[in-house]
């Protein structure tokens, strides 16, 4: 999808949409604006359900201050005034109070922005704008100030956060990154503390570059490919859905005969994929035309190791990964599926998928099929799609399951006796 092709007006409600059905605002709450070429703000209005706007509901501010519309624009209009006014490099801003990061505009704090490298690497560095009343002159004074010394991501106190960027896609993707990090913070430290990556690995992230891969030009799509294409798309969107990886990050692969196998492209909003966007690695080449996950040496490496693996995932989810930034194990010996699913969980360094892809395929068996890699994310590997996807979902409820019992009581694991009940029924040995 071309985001930049759709109508400002459209723009505000299709990312409206999305942050009001991921329980990121109430209906009330948030409001997000666009300045176009004109000078013309475009704002969401005020007192509308943002459960069902419409693209008539958008209110227009002129460059006179002249306000067109069916309503009134929402009240809090002033502060994106500033925002534009102080930083004429920002086109759009957005602004809202998802639980997580309330809590931590309330403490008046800011989350850890190196617990995951792409935090810092999106975010920039944070600013905290002193509390004003909602709507207040003195609001939009306190909030431009912060991007007039350069934040392109500001919390608010007691009052959640505002993001300015060159889009209102590029401002949701940081407001996105931001939640999750908090959602990771408010987990991690309900069971342990949470430790961020050096200034070393983060560098080594941001230097990451993509594999230079030669291109072919694929000679048609087997019926077989195309099914796994669909498949693919199907459980991207529901693992995104599920809110178990970000728009941008997240990566899915499945082998289509021998070593070639199809994964998600770099960069693309994981809400939107089509089949057409999938790429085919074959023979260690990447279908002309597309940018593969910089994650295809790595894929790669399996399936080269692992002819009974015919899927991957490398997803972030927030609470599994709160075991990924704490000292804390994750123990799957729960329940009788999270064993068998997921039987030994083990915890790999920073960095092990893409500094040494190989080492770390060779870590994966079917008694260890999933892994947590610290502060970057969980490795998932399966039979099928859905056996990878089935097993990253009971992943991530597990640790919530755990992550609850720390308000609860002490957890009692299944016994070494009734692990082996279990392995003997299931055929696991």
């Given at each position: 999808?071309?985001?930049?092709?759709?109508?400002?007006?459209?723009?505000?409600?299709?990312?409206?949409?999305?942050?009001?059905?991921?329980?990121?605002?109430?209906?009330?709450?948030?409001?997000?604006?666009?300045?176009?070429?004109?000078?013309?703000?475009w704002i969401s209005p005020s007192g509308v359900d943002k459960g069902s706007?419409?693209?008539?509901?958008?209110?227009?501010?002129?460059?006179?201050?002249?306000?067109?519309?069916?309503?009134?624009?929402?009240?809090?209009?002033?502060?994106?005034?500033?925002?534009?006014?102080?930083?004429?490099?920002?086109?759009?801003?957005?602004?809202?109070?998802?639980?997580?990061?309330?809590?931590?505009?309330?403490?008046?704090?800011?989350?850890?922005?190196?617990?995951?490298?792409?935090?810092?690497?999106?975010?920039?560095?944070?600013?905290?704008?002193?509390?004003?009343?909602?709507?207040?002159?003195?609001?939009?004074?306190?909030?431009?100030?912060?991007?007039?010394?350069?934040?392109?991501?500001?919390?608010?106190?007691?009052?959640?956060?505002?993001?300015?960027?060159?889009?209102?896609?590029?401002?949701?993707?940081?407001?996105?990154?931001?939640?999750?990090?908090?959602?990771?913070?408010?987990?991690?430290?309900?069971?342990?503390?949470?430790?961020?990556?050096?200034?070393?690995?983060?560098?080594?992230?941001?230097?990451?570059?993509?594999?230079?891969?030669?291109?072919?030009?694929?000679?048609?799509?087997?019926?077989?490919?195309?099914?796994?294409?669909?498949?693919?798309?199907?459980?991207?969107?529901?693992?995104?859905?599920?809110?178990?990886?970000?728009?941008?990050?997240?990566?899915?692969?499945?082998?289509?005969?021998?070593?070639?196998?199809?994964?998600?492209?770099?960069?693309?909003?994981?809400?939107?994929?089509?089949?057409?966007?999938?790429v085919r690695i074959e023979n260690g080449k990447a279908e002309k035309g597309?940018?593969?996950?910089?994650?295809?040496?790595?894929?790669?490496?399996?399936?080269?190791?692992?002819?009974?693996?015919?899927?991957?995932?490398?997803?972030?989810?927030?609470?599994?990964?709160?075991?990924?930034?704490?000292?804390?194990?994750?123990?799957?010996?729960?329940?009788?599926?999270?064993?068998?699913?997921?039987?030994?969980?083990?915890?790999?360094?920073?960095?092990?998928?893409?500094?040494?892809?190989?080492?770390?395929?060779?870590?994966?068996?079917?008694?260890?099929?999933?892994?947590?890699?610290?502060?970057?994310?969980?490795?998932?590997?399966?039979?099928?799609?859905?056996?990878?996807?089935?097993?990253?979902?009971?992943?991530?409820?597990?640790?919530?399951?755990?992550?609850?019992?720390?308000?609860?009581?002490?957890?009692?694991?299944?016994?070494?006796?009734?692990?082996?009940?279990?392995?003997?029924?299931?055929?696991?040995?």
């Amino acid at each position: 999808m071309n985001f930049e092709m759709l109508h400002p007006a459209d723009q505000i409600v299709m990312i409206m949409n999305r942050i009001y059905y991921y329980a990121m605002t109430t209906t009330s709450g948030g409001n997000l604006s666009i300045i176009d070429s004109d000078g013309v703000v475009w704002i969401s209005p005020s007192g509308v359900d943002k459960g069902s706007l419409t693209r008539e509901d958008i209110m227009k501010i002129l460059p006179d201050g002249t306000i067109e519309g069916r309503h009134k624009p929402s009240s809090e209009y002033p502060f994106h005034l500033s925002v534009y006014k102080n930083r004429p490099d920002i086109k759009a801003v957005l602004h809202a109070h998802p639980p997580a990061l309330t809590a931590y505009s309330i403490v008046r704090k800011i989350p850890d922005l190196t617990l995951i490298p792409n935090a810092k690497l999106v975010l920039g560095d944070v600013a905290i704008a002193p509390y004003a009343v909602p709507g207040s002159t003195k609001l939009g004074e306190n909030i431009g100030a912060k991007f007039k010394e350069g934040f392109n991501t500001v919390m608010l106190e007691n009052h959640g956060v505002c993001i300015g960027a060159e889009s209102l896609f590029k401002a949701f993707f940081m407001f996105e990154t931001f939640d999750y990090l908090a959602r990771l913070q408010v987990a991690a430290q309900r069971i342990g503390t949470p430790r961020g990556i050096s200034q070393k690995h983060l560098q080594t992230y941001k230097n990451r570059t993509h594999p230079n891969l030669e291109s072919f030009e694929p000679n048609g799509y087997s019926s077989t490919e195309l099914d796994i294409r669909r498949t693919m798309c199907k459980l991207i969107k529901r693992a995104y859905d599920n809110r178990l990886f970000t728009s941008s990050q997240g990566t899915f692969s499945r082998r289509v005969d021998g070593n070639n196998f199809v994964i998600t492209p770099h960069g693309m909003d994981r809400e939107y994929l089509e089949p057409q966007d999938l790429v085919r690695i074959e023979n260690g080449k990447a279908e002309k035309g597309k940018l593969p996950s910089r994650g295809v040496p790595f894929h790669k490496a399996i399936y080269d190791i692992h002819p009974e693996i015919n899927a991957v995932i490398m997803a972030h989810p927030p609470t599994i990964m709160a075991f990924g930034v704490t000292e804390k194990e994750f123990d799957a010996r729960l329940i009788p599926e999270s064993y068998i699913m997921l039987r030994t969980v083990h915890k790999y360094p920073f960095g092990s998928t893409f500094m040494q892809p190989e080492k770390m395929a060779q870590e994966i068996s079917e008694s260890n099929p999933v892994a947590i890699i610290e502060n970057d994310g969980v490795l998932i590997t399966g039979t099928s799609l859905l056996n990878a996807f089935d097993r990253l979902e009971v992943m991530e409820y597990s640790a919530r399951s755990v992550v609850d019992t720390t308000n609860i009581g002490e957890i009692v694991k299944i016994s070494d006796n009734e692990v082996d009940e279990i392995e003997v029924a299931f055929n696991l040995k």
